[in-house]
C-alpha cells in the first residue's frame, strides 16, 4: 500500500505535485491546521504529515497518530511541534534549514537601507500630500562600518552582501575563527570593540541564555553615538526598552526590527518612535523562500516514506533503519562526546580530530561524525542537526578529520574526539559497554569511568588529601546528591580530575562556591540530554 501524506498547510502545489510524481498518495487541505479537533479525528490515517506554522503538533494530538511516521516542517522553526513526544512516539520530525537563509540576510540588508535612508517615514509624508525634503535626510552605507554579531549562516551572507556595498565590516562571533574570518573579508573582533566601532548592529544568532539581551541597557549604552540597530533574528536579543529610551535620547539614531520579544506584537516599546522601522517577521517570506522549503520538505519526506533515507531529521541520525538498530547507542555516545566538549570550549574552534577504534571504525561513520559535530555546535547553536552540523563547521572554517584503526585496547572499540581551539587542545573517550549505555573513559589522557547523566560535574584540582570531602561537603551544602562519582589522575601529586552525576541542575551558586574554596582549578556544570 502507497505511503498516505497529509498536507494540513498553505504548501506549494508544485509540492504537493511532488508526493503524487513519487506514488504517495497526498490530502491536500491547507486550512485544517487550524482546526484541532477534525485533525484529531483523521490523523490516524496518514503516514506523514506536511506542515509550516500553523498547524500544531502537540503530544495530545500524536496520541491518535496511530500509523504517522514522518512531520516535515516546510521552514527552519520547530515550536509548533513537540519533539520529545514524536521522538517516545518513533516519529521523526524533519525541516528544512537551509531554504530561507538568503531571503532573511536580504531582509536585513533592505531593512539597514530602510532606516539610513528614512524610507517608511519618507513615503507616508509624501503620500500625505506633504514635500518634506529637508526633513529626511540620511545617511550613505558607502564606507560606513557594519558590525555583525553571529557571523553563520546568515549573519556570513550578510556580511558577503554588506562587503558588496563597500561597507567596512567587523564581526563578533566566538565560534569565527581567523582563518575563516580573513577568507570572508571580514575582521574578527570582541564585543566591545563592536560597540565601539560599528555605524549599523545587525544581530544573526540564536537566542540562548548565552545570547538573550546580548544588546542589553549596559551594552546599547557602549555603542557609537548615532548607531543604527537591526533585528532579522530573534525578539530577546536586545532589550527593546533600552533601545527605545536611548532612542529617545538621541544616542541610537534607529533602529529596524522584524522581530520581537513577545510575538504577535501589538504593543512594543519601539512602536511609534521616529526612524524605527518594524515588520512583522518577514524574514523568510519571500516567493523564492516559500517555494524552496515547500519543495524541500516534499522530498525529504518522499525520500523517508519510500527509501528510509532521513534528512534534516531533528530527533535521530541520519542512517537507514538497519544501521540505526546497531548505531543507535553509538550516535548518542558520539554526541555525548561532543556535548562535552562543546560545552567546555569557549573560543573559535579550527579542528576536530576524531579516532574510531574496533567496531566503532565499522559503523557508518559519517553519520557518527555528524553525531560529534553536532554535540560540539549544539552548545553555541541549539537549533542543530546531525545534517545541517557539518555544513555549519565547513562555513566555520573548523577542519574535521577521521581516522579509523583496529581493535588497540580492552574495549572492543570507543571513539575519541580532540577538539583544537585558538587557545588549547582538548580531548575525550567513550565506549558502549555491554548494557547498551554510553561511558566516558579518558579525559585529557586521564583513564577514568564515568557514566553519562543528565546532570555533570567536571572539576580538576591538584592531587592533594582532602578534595573529595571538600566537593562532597559543598555539594551537600548547596542541595545536590551526588549519584555517581568518577575520579581520575596522570600520576600521584599531579593533575587530577573529577566527574559527577548529580540529581539535581548545578546552579551558579554551587559552581560560584566550589570556585571560591580555592581547592579546584576548573568547574564546570554540564547538561546532556539523555534517551
Not at 30 to 37: N, Q, R
Not at 89 to 114: C, D, Q, R, S, Y
Not at 303 to 324: C, F, I
Amino acid at each position: 500500500m502507497a505511503p498516505k501524506v497529509l498536507v494540513s498547510d498553505k504548501l506549494s502545489e508544485t509540492a504537493v505535485q511532488i508526493f503524487r510524481d513519487r506514488g504517495i498518495e497526498v490530502d491536500f487541505e491547507p486550512s485544517l491546521g487550524k482546526d484541532k479537533e477534525k485533525l484529531a479525528e483523521v490523523i490516524g490515517k496518514y503516514d506523514g504529515l506536511a506542515i509550516r506554522s500553523a498547524t500544531k503538533v502537540t503530544a495530545k494530538l500524536l496520541e491518535g497518530a496511530t500509523n504517522l511516521k514522518v512531520v516535515g516542517r516546510a521552514g527552519i522553526g520547530t515550536d509548533n511541534v513537540d519533539k520529545e513526544a514524536a521522538s517516545k512516539k518513533g516519529v521523526i520530525v524533519m525541516n528544512t534549514p537551509f531554504g530561507n537563509m538568503i531571503t532573511t540576510a536580504e531582509h536585513a540588508i533592505a531593512l539597514m537601507f530602510a532606516v539610513a535612508r528614512q524610507i517608511p517615514e519618507a513615503d507616508a509624508s509624501t503620500q500625505a500630500g506633504k514635500w518634506e525634503k529637508s526633513k529626511f535626510m540620511g545617511v550613505e552605507l558607502t564606507g560606513k562600518t557594519l558590525g555583525v554579531i553571529g557571523a553563520g549562516n546568515i549573519g556570513g551572507i550578510v556580511c558577503d552582501r554588506a562587503r558588496g556595498l563597500k561597507m567596512k565590516v567587523v564581526a563578533y562571533d566566538p565560534y569565527l575563527g581567523e582563518e575563516k574570518a580573513a577568507n570572508m573579508g571580514v575582521e574578527k573582533v570582541e564585543l566591545e570593540e563592536l560597540l565601539k566601532r560599528a555605524d549599523f548592529i545587525t544581530l544573526h544568532v540564536p537566542l540562548t541564555e548565552q545570547t538573550r539581551n546580548i544588546l542589553s541597557r549596559e551594552n546599547l549604552q557602549k555603542t557609537k553615538p548615532g548607531v543604527r540597530i537591526i533585528n532579522c533574528a530573534r525578539g530577546g536579543l536586545v532589550d527593546e526598552q533600552a533601545l527605545a529610551d536611548l532612542i529617545k535620547s538621541g544616542h541610537v539614531a534607529g533602529a529596524a526590527f522584524d522581530v520581537f520579544s513577545e510575538e504577535p506584537a501589538t504593543e512594543n516599546p519601539l512602536f511609534g518612535l521616529p526612524n524605527v522601522v518594524c515588520t512583522p517577521h518577514l524574514g523568510a517570506s519571500t516567493t523564492e523562500a516559500q517555494e524552496n522549503v515547500a519543495l524541500q520538505v516534499a522530498e525529504q519526506m518522499a525520500n523517508y516514506l519510500l527509501d528510509g533515507a532521513v534528512e534534516n531529521a531533528l530527533n535521530m541520525p541520519s542512517m537507514t533503519a538497519e544501521e540505526a538498530k546497531v548505531m543507535g547507542p553509538w550516535v548518542k555516545l558520539a554526541q555525548h562526546l561532543g556535548g562535552f566538549i562543546g560545552q567546555m570550549t569557549e573560543d573559535a574552534i579550527k579542528a576536530i580530530n576524531i579516532t574510531f577504534d574496533g567496531v566503532a571504525s565499522e559503523m557508518n561513520l559519517k553519520a557518527l561524525d555528524a553525531a560529534v559535530v553536532s554535540g560540539i555546535l549544539k552548545a553555541s547553536q541549539p537549533d542543530v542537526n546531525m545534517v545541517s552540523a557539518p555544513v555549519i563547521a565547513k562555513e566555520r572554517g573548523i577542519q574535521i578529520s577521521t581516522t579509523s584503526q583496529d581493535q588497540t585496547g580492552v574495549f572492543e572499540g570507543y571513539i575519541k574526539v580532540t577538539v583544537v581551539s585558538e587557545s588549547k587542545e582538548r580531548s575525550i573517550a567513550g565506549t558502549v559497554f555491554s548494557d547498551g549505555k554510553p561511558r566516558f573513559i579518558q579525559i585529557k589522557g586521564i583513564n577514568i569511568d564515568a557514566e553519562v547523566g543528565e546532570h555533570m560535574l567536571y572539576t580538576t584540582n591538584e592531587d592533594v588529601p582532602g578534595i573529595i570531602g571538600k566537593l562532597g561537603t559543598i555539594l551537600g551544602e548547596n542541595g545536590v546528591n551526588l549519584a555517581n562519582f568518577t575520579l581520575g589522575r596522570a600520576k600521584q601529586g599531579g593533575e587530577a580530575i573529577a566527574i559527577a552525576y548529580v540529581d539535581e541542575e548545578i546552579t551558579p551558586e554551587t559552581v560560584e562556591a566550589l570556585k571560591g574554596s580555592g581547592y579546584f582549578k576548573q568547574v564546570k556544570a554540564l547538561e546532556f540530554t539523555l534517551g
